[in-house]
C-alpha cells in the first residue's frame, strides 16, 4: 500500500513558476514508477510526466514539454514537478500517482495503482 500526499499548488500569474512535490508513505517507493496526471473544469483527466523508478526515463505531454521537469528523491520518498513558463491553460487539478510493474505505456491512467488527492494549479493571465 502506498499513500500520496501533493501539495505546493497554488496561484501565480501567467509566465511564472511552481513546484509541485508529492510525498510517499511506506518503504517501497524506489519500487515504482511516479505521474504526474491533471485535470481541468470539464475536462478528462490527463497525463503530464513521468519518471521510472531507475530515474532512467522521463516522458513529458507535448504540452509541457521544455517547460515542465519530473524528478525524484528516492531517499526521500517524494517526487516532484518543477514547473516554469506557465500558461493560463495550464490550469488545473494535479495529481500524482504510481505504478508498479514494467514500463509500458506509463502516460495511460490504468497503469497506476495508487493515486494522491490532487493539488490546485492555478494560473491568471
Known amino acids: 500500500q502506498v499513500q500520496l500526499v501533493e501539495s505546493g499548488g497554488g496561484s501565480v500569474q501567467a509566465g511564472g513558476s511552481l513546484r509541485l512535490s508529492c510525498a510517499a508513505s511506506?518503504?517501497?517507493?524506489?519500487?515504482?514508477?511516479m505521474g504526474w496526471f491533471r485535470q481541468a473544469p470539464g475536462k478528462e483527466r490527463e497525463f503530464v510526466a513521468v519518471i521510472t523508478r531507475s530515474q532512467e526515463t522521463t516522458y513529458y505531454a507535448d504540452s509541457v514539454k521544455g517547460r515542465f521537469t519530473i524528478s525524484r528523491d528516492n531517499a526521500k520518498n517524494t517526487v516532484y514537478l518543477q514547473m516554469n513558463s506557465l500558461k493560463p491553460e495550464d490550469t488545473a487539478v494535479y495529481y500524482c500517482?504510481?505504478?508498479?510493474?514494467?514500463?509500458?505505456?506509463?502516460?495511460?491512467?490504468?497503469?497506476?495503482?495508487?493515486w494522491g488527492q490532487g493539488t490546485q494549479v492555478t494560473v491568471s493571465s
Open positions: 500517482a504510481a505504478a508498479g510493474g514494467d514500463s509500458w505505456s506509463l502516460d495511460s491512467q490504468r497503469k497506476y495503482t495508487y
Open positions: 511506506g518503504r517501497t517507493f524506489s519500487r515504482y514508477h
